[in-house]
């Protein structure tokens, strides 16, 4: 049934987003945003940076997003602090045990690298994710998601020359002003699907993505082969299973090589066991 209910709202969340480009792109890709106006009429043009980027493209596209809510039969719930997971919850207006988890998640194409963006984290594999039952630092519990999905915005970054956050421009003179971002690209994505094996941020309890593009459009992730459980199993242990090496020491497994060698070990070892006993 959940399997069934996901594919559903995945095909249609997908067909709608298809549709953002043209909502907020003109004719040459460039963002329709330039800045942001005062009473006077002022405008002023907004930074490049990755966080005010990532935050004004939320609130440009959440109007899109509560048509498609209406249209397909959801309500929308925030995260009640900001660093609640997920952004968004799609709630059934029907069957409120139906929800969704939907985290907008914003990167940029590396010049100096074809083909490849600067990736991004997919939530943590803290306490919310390890006890479904938890509500800490998550609108629900984990358990209570029908699905996990990322909406995905890849972009190219404007040269740093051509932007000047230190002028005051008149509304008349938009079209004069830069956009910071263009070639906007979309996609959907369960989070397992386009994930890592490697954490996302440092010293932080978080998922990292995979950052080929063609991959990530593709949910050609690290666990897309092995399914769904392989990458709860694997980031529920992240770190915490230690196995004794050749020269006798012990290491933490930090990687999906080293984890699957070592489930598979296990399994092997139980059917020794049963072949043993039987």
């Known amino acids: 049934m959940t399997e069934s209910v996901r594919g559903v709202f995945e095909a249609d969340l997908r067909d709608f987003v298809s549709t953002f480009r043209k909502g907020i792109s003109t004719t040459n890709g460039d963002w329709t945003v330039k800045g942001f106006v005062d009473v006077f ?13 990532s935050k004004i493209l939320e609130i440009h596209l959440f109007p899109l997003l509560a048509e498609f809510a209406e249209n397909k039969g959801y309500k929308i719930v925030l995260a009640d602090h900001q660093n609640y997971y997920p952004d968004m919850t799609f709630v059934d207006r029907d069957d409120s045990s139906k929800k969704f988890a939907v985290d907008f998640k914003t990167t940029y194409r ?8 600067n990736g991004f984290t997919l939530g943590s594999h803290g306490m919310y994710f390890t006890d479904r039952t938890s509500k800490k630092n998550i609108q629900f519990p984990y358990r209570e998601y029908d699905g996990h999905f990322c909406l995905g915005i890849i972009y190219d970054r404007a040269v740093v020359k051509d932007i000047d956050e230190t002028k005051r421009l008149n509304i008349d003179d938009l079209e004069s002003i830069t956009s910071v971002i263009t070639d906007i690209e979309f996609f ?11 954490g996302g941020s440092g010293n932080t309890a978080n998922i990292g993505s995979i950052n080929n593009i063609e991959d990530i459009l593709a949910g050609r992730g690290m666990f897309c082969e092995l399914g769904e459980e392989w990458f709860d199993d694997y980031w ?23 984890f699957v060698r070592f489930r598979g070990g296990l399994v092997e070892l139980v059917r020794k066991k049963r072949g043993a006993g039987g």
């Open 41 to 53: 009429k002022n405008v002023y043009t907004i930074s490049s940076d990755t966080k005010i980027v």
């Open 110 to 117: 590396k010049p100096e690298q074809p083909g490849f963006c």
């Open 188 to 198: 959907v994505a369960e989070k397992w699907r386009i994930a890592s094996d490697k």
């Open 236 to 258: 529920i242990n992240f770190g915490k299973i230690s196995v004794t090496i050749e020269d006798g020491t012990t290491k933490k497994i930090t990687n999906l090589q080293d």
